[in-house]
């Protein structure tokens, strides 16, 4: 047995905001692993908006109940395995949960290489990496001189994006919340333009900052900027819809965006829903690009790390708030 601490939704947030209330910390005890299964040491718990997602229903996974362990992904290491493809010390990407040990069936677990520094197996090697690569790319279908524009922009997805339009030639708009992050946007990042949602209208914002109008948007937020978007698309332009940040956390919106389905239907619009694993037989080749990418300094990765267990709920909320640049993830072990 392994002494375990855990972070419990103790509480569903209905339509409330998320607060650090909802959770509660337990100590447990962790039983070794039976016959075709490992235990796991987590070392890095990514935060992601869609863990709000989780406690609305069910998704495309199970919904989060009062009482779970708080679902989440981790990168963790392999400390015994029951299993003959897994050893001690090889690193899994798993649904571990909020906490420090985790035993789980060794049969849906792949070992993935030691890249160092590590948090980028969470960040561009990781869910984030290859969504932004496969929204962008396989979704969007951006051509080079084209405008790119994405929402969420300095978030984990929306920064990396942004900067893989950038590589294809096109021009690249950011959307995201404060000047500060529309500043790093384009000082830091290489983003030709960037609207700030919180200060501007966005949709005249959007149409001096691409007055080309939108080719490709990739929106991660739903809403009242996707609506936005929508009024800016050329002809024939694509959306990749990823997400939708804006309706996860707080009361369901009085009304969806204006433009459905005129817009689309007079613009001949393309609007495709994705997850990202329905790539999972492309992904040799984007972490192939993705690396080479980074090894060329064209593709920055913005990390946000924080540290110990008991600081989740509060990553989980302030993520939510907009407090990160970058991947967001918190070193456990
Ligand atoms: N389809 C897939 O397979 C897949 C996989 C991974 C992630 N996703 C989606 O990707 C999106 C980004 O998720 P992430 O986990 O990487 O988080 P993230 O972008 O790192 O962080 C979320 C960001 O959303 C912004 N935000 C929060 N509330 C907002 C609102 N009301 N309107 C506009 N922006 C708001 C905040 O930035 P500001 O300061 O700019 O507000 C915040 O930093 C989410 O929609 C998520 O569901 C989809």
């Excluded at 447990?28 to 997602?53: C, F, H, Q």
């Amino acid at each position: 047995m392994t002494a375990n601490r855990q972070i419990v939704l103790a509480q569903l947030p209905g339509g409330d905001h998320l607060g650090t209330q909802h959770f509660r910390l337990n100590q447990a005890m962790t039983a070794a692993p039976g016959e075709g299964e490992v235990l796991l040491k987590i070392l890095y718990v990514s935060l992601d908006a869609a863990n709000r997602a989780w406690m609305q229903g069910a998704t495309y996974r199970s919904a989060i109940e009062a009482g779970d362990v708080m679902a989440g992904g981790a990168l963790a290491e392999v400390v015994e395995s029951k299993a003959a493809h897994l050893a001690p010390g090889d690193l899994v990407f798993a649904d571990t949960g909020w906490q420090e040990y985790a035993v789980l069936p060794a049969k849906r677990l792949a070992k993935i290489p030691r890249i160092e520094p590590l948090t980028h197996l969470l960040s561009v090697y990781g869910v984030a990496g290859l969504t932004a690569y496969f929204g962008l790319l396989e979704c969007g279908q951006p051509k080079a001189g084209e405008t790119v524009v994405v929402s969420a922009a300095a978030g984990s997805v929306g920064s990396l994006v942004g900067q893989i339009a950038k590589i294809k030639g096109c021009r690249t708009v950011g959307i995201a919340g404060g000047e500060a992050k529309c500043k790093l946007l384009v000082e830091q990042l290489g983003f030709d333009a960037a609207v700030d949602y919180k200060s501007q209208n966005v949709r005249k914002a959007l149409r001096e900052a691409a007055p080309n109008g939108v080719d490709v948007y990739f929106d991660n937020v739903g809403g009242d900027i996707l609506e936005a978007a929508l009024f800016n698309m050329n002809t024939h332009g694509r959306i990749a819809c990823c997400g939708a940040v804006s309706q996860y956390d707080g009361a369901a919106p009085p009304h969806g965006p204006r433009g459905v389905p005129g817009l689309i239907v007079t613009k001949r619009l393309n609007l495709r829903g994705f997850i990202v694993n329905d790539f999972d037989d492309q992904q040799e080749q984007a972490l192939k690009d993705l690396q080479a990418w980074v090894a060329d300094g064209s593709l920055k990765v913005p990390e946000d790390v924080l540290e110990g267990l008991e600081s989740l709920p509060a990553a989980l909320v302030g993520l939510l708030a907009g407090e990160n640049v970058g991947k967001r993830m918190v070193k456990v072990a």
